[in-house]
């Protein structure tokens, strides 16, 4: 079958050269084969947590935390660790606004947490980074003050078993807190997006769990007391060139092209689509199409 755009329901989908199977996932926690193939990618062009988030996070912690100023030297002997921390965009984020507390950085993609290293060493970071699974940190039990995973417990299934780890290595009133971002808003195009998006799902690019995220991880139990949800945004303008390779580092855009040889149609086909919704002519470069997008961002903090 030829590459081409097929209409469908008032979206598109694109037609694919031929069918295969998809690539099996080589770490079970992260779906590490499709999610990370590139983290320098990945780091530069997912959107960063707004401020907000961070203030929230760190206000819940003191209400829980009567030892949790800035200032307590008590701090010096508290223990933060990131789950799934990707290339560490949450973790150094983290270390910065938890002025003495020891951060780091757990995950289960070596590449992933090489890119990490190498940015901690380059900026002089004391955040430590491993690779282990979340399942099994190898961490001592009531070590850790705060545990905090980033646009990545939907991954990390079956949920029983990932709490169990996380309420052993918590201490008593360790706080757990996870955040994700879910489906971007466009300026323009939306309607547009919303329809690639979909077609995603519906042609089976996006694994199952991705939903989770859409649904801003409702019904996602978590077994923690006083658990509270912060609703937050982030706002963020790139040219329409920097949107694509961000399209480019989802892990549905990473099934597409194993399942046909490459990313291109797909990408392809966004482009010429965003274009003609931002009146952008085909000689007009990608790099100077202005856009303007925002991802409804929500928090979940509990504590043990």
């Known amino acids: 079958m030829g590459l081409g755009i097929i209409s469908r329901r008032g979206g598109y989908r694109i037609a694919m050269a031929a069918e295969g199977k998809r690539e099996g996932k080589c770490e079970s926690h992260s779906n590490a084969a499709t999610f990370f193939q590139g983290g320098k990618r990945y780091d530069s062009r997912r959107p960063d947590y707004p401020d907000r988030l961070y203030q929230t996070l760190l206000h819940y912690c003191e209400n829980v935390h009567t030892d949790y100023d800035a200032a307590s030297p008590a701090r010096s002997s508290q223990l933060c660790v990131d789950l799934g921390c990707g290339t560490g965009q949450a973790t150094f984020a983290l270390a910065e606004r938890l002025g003495k507390v020891k951060v780091v950085g757990l995950d289960g993609s070596e590449k992933q947490v090489e890119v990490a290293r190498s940015k901690a060493q380059q900026m002089g970071s004391p955040v430590e980074f491993r690779c282990c699974s979340v399942f099994n940190t190898g961490l001592d039990n009531d070590s850790v003050s705060l545990v905090t995973v980033a646009q990545a417990l939907h991954w990390f299934q079956p949920f029983d078993e990932f709490f169990r780890e996380t309420q052993r290595i918590l201490r008593p009133n360790g706080v757990f807190a996870a955040w994700t971002y879910g489906i971007p808003s466009l300026d323009l195009g939306n309607e547009e997006y919303r329809a690639f998006h979909n077609m995603l799902h519906e042609d089976g690019y996006w694994d199952s769990r991705r939903l989770l995220v859409d649904r801003r991880y409702a019904g996602i139990p978590v077994p923690f007391e006083n658990v509270e949800r912060?609703?937050?945004?982030?706002e963020r303008s790139m040219s329409l060139e920097d949107f694509l390779d961000y399209v480019r580092t989802f892990s549905a855009t990473k099934a597409y092209a194993d399942r046909?040889?490459?990313?291109?149609?797909?990408?392809?086909?966004?482009?010429?689509?965003?274009?003609?919704?931002?009146?952008?002519?085909?000689?007009?470069?990608?790099?100077s199409v202005p856009l303007h997008i925002s991802w409804p961002v929500t928090l979940i903090m509990g504590h043990t």
Request: hydrophobic share 30%; net charge negative.
């Open 260 to 287: 046909n040889g490459s990313d291109g149609a797909l990408i392809t086909s966004l482009e010429k689509t965003l274009r003609t919704c931002y009146g952008a002519p085909a000689n007009n470069p990608s790099s």
């Open 230 to 234: 912060a609703e937050l945004t982030i």
